[in-house]
């Protein structure tokens, strides 16, 4: 391929349009293939057109730069695959500068498909159910044997929820048969530096389950990954901000206890039985923390009065799911000092107000 991606709008025949990637062969004047572009009458001079050989619908397509199941990394190639399965092929370009102008370019419209599919989509969900982000972006497979080590997968951020596809869900019947689901604060997401990767893929993260299991994710270009980290955010700054407290059952000396994480008081320890409670600390007097990875959790406490440390130790059946709920919390509540954060969201809710309103103007 040469040459960069341009758009229709300029007047000139372009592979690259808002909703789609056009295959095109420019005929010469022995080709065949020209033959609709003869003129009909004598003298006319002759006239050179753009013929698709094929077109890539572009929402909820995929690219990539690798071989597929791979790390290996084409030479200034890539391929896009629509969502019904129909590949470009592999599309060579003749300078590393080229190819990286065709991937971003392939990757905004991209974006920009899936944003607006977004807003159409939210028209239908309420306030509590609106999707944050859609995406493709391929999974490392858990077995090292596999002859294939990475894998498609489409990642959805909704509601309380982040989902895993093996395809973009297109009905409201589709978000019920995810591969997998998890409460978005109670999973760990990590960007990875390039110290922490596993192989020759640049853009990658992991996220942590409640269960303690790992999942490594890899997606195309930095933008991805920025866009990807941005919305995760979001979703769990919301999730965070609707619930605004989340009880776990844990034991303190062979005692059952229950501890509550407040958004706006901090932690809470109490009797099970009898409701009573044992003590409470602000997110601030949490000076400290340590876990056995199995089943405790150590908190080290401030007293505000004698300004010594307290030591509390609790164990839960299910540690991960409260290690990931309290570091929630905290990035939420760091989350509320960072006015660009705050500004961003603000944006974000004033945009779902108003779907629900004209939702609301049309069911009237």
């Not at 990286?100 to 920009?112: E, F, G, M, P, V």
Request: charged letters at 20%; a neutral charge.
């Amino acid at each position: 391929m040469t040459g960069a991606p341009s758009d229709q709008s300029s007047g000139t025949s372009s592979p690259l349009c808002d909703s789609g990637l056009h295959l095109n062969y420019h005929p010469n004047n022995t080709d065949t293939l020209s033959c609709s572009s003869w003129p009909t009458s004598p003298g006319l001079r002759w006239e050179k057109r753009w013929c698709d050989l094929r077109l890539i619908p572009l929402l909820h397509s995929r690219f990539s730069q690798y071989v597929p199941g791979t790390d290996l990394s084409r030479q200034n190639a890539f391929q896009v695959t629509a969502v019904d399965g129909v590949c470009s092929g592999i599309i060579q370009c003749l300078s590393t500068e080229d190819s990286i102008d065709w991937l971003q370019a392939i990757a905004t419209n991209i974006s920009n498909l899936t944003k607006h599919n977004i807003k159409k989509i939210n028209r239908n969900f309420p306030v509590n159910q609106q999707i944050v982000y859609m995406g493709w972006c391929e999974v490392r497979e858990q077995d090292p044997l596999q002859d294939r080590v990475y894998s498609p997968t489409f990642l959805a951020l909704r509601g309380s929820c982040l989902y895993k596809f093996p395809a973009p869900p297109v009905t409201t019947w589709d978000w019920t048969r995810a591969e997998k689901t998890f409460s978005v604060y109670e999973i760990m997401c990590k960007i990875l530096k390039d110290s922490d990767l596993l192989d020759r893929r640049k853009h990658c993260f992991t996220v942590q389950s409640e269960s303690g299991e790992d999942l490594y994710f890899s997606v195309e270009l930095e933008c991805d990954l920025a866009q990807w980290e941005r919305a995760f955010q979001m979703a769990t700054f919301l999730e965070v901000e609707r619930i605004q407290c989340k009880t776990y059952a844990c034991v303190l000396e062979s005692h059952l206890m229950g501890l509550t994480i407040d958004f706006s008081t901090g932690f809470i320890c109490f009797d099970a039985a009898t409701k009573a409670v044992l003590w409470r600390y602000k997110f601030s007097q949490l000076k400290g923390s340590s876990d056995d990875g199995k089943s405790k959790i150590k908190f080290l406490f401030q007293n505000p009065d004698t300004k010594q440390i307290e030591a509390k130790e609790l164990e839960f059946s299910n540690l991960f799911a409260v290690l990931h709920c309290i570091h929630s919390f905290f990035a939420a509540k760091v989350a509320c000092l960072d006015p660009l954060f705050l500004g961003n969201q603000a944006t974000t809710s004033a945009a779902s107000s108003s779907a629900t309103t004209s939702k609301a103007k049309y069911t009237t």
